[in-house]
Each structure stands twice: as structure tokens, then as C-alpha cells.
């Protein structure tokens, strides 16, 4: 069956030094991978997403990912973490067998400290 | 700037009232999904619609809860009877029809139902 697994409920990083947050996926094909962030009280925004070539992938935001096939993994990254990075994130990927609809992690709320 | 809208972003009920939220996709969209989010449970897929038709409607209590497209700008859920275990937040998001195309989400309603 496929499936998204964000491993860690919440990530805590100090403004300045990079961030790391994590997906894992489980799909029958070709995956199509997505990163969207919450606000508080505001819909999903769409950050990035993986669909082929090249495995590092460059969003919104100055966040990127890199898709990793061997580890079946997609995490989300940010050189340089800002305070107002704080926020819910959601990895999601493409349904093989649907390809409208989405399979969504369960979130991982980053805190920024500063 | 395309967005999804969505009415009302608030609304309080009483139990046992009828609820009904709309969204305006993006222009040009053909998919539109429906979702609920709540702490517990998470981002659940409700229901989604391609070209105004209903694909997918798995995800929603069939006895109470209802989604429509009266037409390519206007999709509804409506909710009747309400319950208390319906309070969460509602997003309708919109889509092209290809596998890559990305969803984007309307900033959603939140329901209370007292």
C-alpha cells in the first residue's frame, strides 16, 4: 500500500544553522513527490516538488530536497533557518494507482528558536 | 494572482443545523478535493471531483455529509446534520489533471459545531 512517513512530530533548530525535516515514502511506481507548509490558522502553500531529472530539487522559500530513490526518501532542507520558518510541513506523495489524488504525511512542526 | 477561495472562513453552529461551505477553484483547474484537518486525525481526504464529476467520495460520512460542483466555479459541502465531532477545518483544493500537477489550497473554514 502506498504511504508517507514524517518520522519526527516536531524539529527544533536555532535560527541560523540548517534544517532538516524528513520523509519517507512507500509507492508501487514512479514516485511524484510534494512539500507543502502550514501557517498558523492558513491553508497548505506549496513549496516544492519532485517529478524527474535532477534529484535535488529547489522550491519556495529557499528550501529545497533531495530525492533519494535507494532510501526511498525526500527530505526537506534549508541551509540557513529563519524564525519564521516555523510552521507545520507536509511531505505528500502521488497515488500510483489514483494519480489525482494525493497520500499526505502527518505533519512535522518546525520550531526556529532564535 | 489565481487563488482558491473559499466562504465562510468561520462559522459557528449549533448541533443538529445544517453547514454549507463553498469553494471557488482556480480558474482552468478540472480536479478539486475536499478536506478536513483536525488534530487528531490529521489531513483526510473527504472527496475530490474531476470536470464537475465526483471521483472519490470515500472519505466522507455518507449519512450526513454531501459534496456537489453546481458548476466549474463553485464546489460545496455541506454538512446536515451537524455534530460536534464535525468542529475542524475544511480546505477545498484545486488541481490540474495531470499525475505532476499540484494541488492548491483555498485557506479553508473552520467549523465549530457547539
Known amino acids: 500500500a502506498q504511504s508517507v512517513a514524517q518520522p519526527e512530530d516536531q524539529v527544533n533548530v536555532a535560527e541560523g544553522n540548517p534544517l532538516t525535516v524528513k520523509c519517507t515514502y512507500s509507492v508501487s511506481g514512479n514516485p511524484y513527490l510534494f512539500w507543502y507548509v502550514q501557517y498558523p490558522n492558513r491553508g497548505l502553500q506549496f513549496l516544492l516538488k519532485?517529478?524527474?531529472?535532477d534529484n535535488l530539487v529547489k522550491g519556495s522559500y529557499g528550501f529545497e530536497a533531495e530525492f533519494n530513490k535507494s532510501q526511498t526518501s525526500f527530505h526537506l532542507k534549508k541551509p540557513s533557518a529563519l524564525v519564521s520558518d516555523s510552521a507545520l510541513y507536509f511531505c505528500a506523495v502521488r497515488d500510483a494507482g489514483n494519480n489525482r489524488k494525493l497520500i499526505w504525511g502527518l505533519g512535522t512542526s518546525l520550531a526556529v528558536n532564535p | 494572482d489565481a487563488r482558491v477561495t473559499q466562504t465562510p472562513r468561520h462559522k459557528v453552529t449549533e448541533m443538529g443545523q445544517e453547514v454549507t461551505m463553498r469553494c471557488q477553484p482556480i480558474?482552468?483547474?478540472?480536479?478539486v478535493f475536499w478536506y478536513r484537518q483536525t488534530m487528531m486525525q490529521g489531513l483526510e481526504l473527504l472527496a475530490y471531483f474531476r470536470n464537475r464529476a465526483p471521483l472519490d467520495d470515500s472519505g466522507m460520512p455518507k449519512d450526513r455529509f454531501s459534496a456537489e460542483m453546481p458548476d466549474a466555479t463553485l464546489a460545496t459541502l455541506k454538512i446536515q446534520p451537524s455534530e460536534p465531532r464535525d468542529s475542524a477545518v475544511y480546505f477545498c483544493?484545486?488541481?490540474?489533471?495531470?499525475?505532476?500537477?499540484?494541488?492548491?489550497f483555498g485557506p479553508g473554514t473552520r467549523l465549530t459545531v457547539l
Open positions: 483544493a484545486s488541481g490540474g489533471d495531470r499525475p505532476t500537477d499540484t494541488q492548491y
Open positions: 519532485y517529478i524527474t531529472g
Open positions: 480558474l482552468g483547474h478540472n480536479t
